[in-house]
């Protein structure tokens, strides 16, 4: 490979470094406040037993890594962002969303903590109703903002132009990954590092697209800063991201994935969070139909979502992370092998 060619490599590595030694840093004055200030995570008490210890351990903690993400990549291109060129424009739409996301979750972790719905957060239709309007808008900026509207098959080399079905599409991409990263969000460590896979894998897919070098830089800048997050995050966990961070990290990377045009390989490359989702929402309709049929509702696993299905079944819950990031990882190298066809 000729030495230009790992230029962008070089830099993306590079920036990953320095955005986990940034964020790093102050990530114990983070967890140091947060407790100062009570905001503590509310455990259901449906969920397992095990998990009570962990009652009032500090919350909110996507902060860490978003403000890691929004200073690097700020930094990195204010030049692009002053003169509005293409670059600048591209790298606003990854940037806002995970801003605007990260605010709703912010919003919700406060009901849930603060809040008249304490360990509840917003209703779902609320917390639906204002994704749908996010999401909307994010279609309509790679639409007609970006003007991208194609889907990449593996083994084809042009990309196929699927018109305005494709800002539906941009909705159900992002509500979908926002919703089942939260999913995912239930032990220690695990949607950090699930989403430390996701976002390298579609670095490495950038790259190889080209010439998609400030997403590529966007993707390592994603990995360095959560790499600090889960510094703190690895068990027993110190800070908790909350649906501040969930929620931004799915619906960012639903975006750099629909930016890539290869977001057909997103159940691939985040399969664990896709299982998630899918295991939650096969225990809520098999439960209501069982109960309509039979007039008692019965479960097809122990719990939902999967990972504590895994821990009834008597997983250890870092046993259960490890194996999950895991599979993910091997899903992933799975993903991007296609993405070379």
Known sequence: M????LYPWSTALTLSTVTFLFTVIWGRSLVR??????????IRVDGPQSHQVKMGTPTMGGWLFIAGVVIITV??????LIQRNDEGRS????????IVFGFLGAVDDWEGIKGKRIAEGLTARTKFTIQVLLAAGIGLVLYYGLDIHSIALPGVEERINIGLIYIPLVMFIVISTSNAMNLTDGLDGLASSIAIVAFAAYGG???LQGPWTYLVQFCFIMVGALMAFMWFNIYPAQLFMGDTGSQALGATLG??????????????????????????????????????????????????????????LGWSETHTAQRFWIVNLLSAMLGIALALL
């Open 75 to 80: 930094a990195l291109n204010i030049f692009n």
């Open 205 to 207: 897919i950038a790259y």
């Open 2 to 5: 000729p030495l230009l060619d």
């Open 255 to 312: 975006v750099v994935a629909l930016m890539t045009g290869q977001w057909l390989l997103l159940p691939l490359i985040a399969i664990i969070p896709v299982a998630e989702a899918l295991s939650s929402m096969i225990q809520v309709s098999y439960f209501k139909l069982t109960k309509r049929m039979y007039g008692q509702g019965r479960r097809v696993f122990r719990m939902a979502p999967l990972h504590h299905h895994f821990e009834m």
């Open 91 to 98: 790298i606003l739409l990854p940037l806002v969303t995970l």
């Open 33 to 42: 406040w947060l407790k100062r200030k009570g905001i503590g995570k509310q």
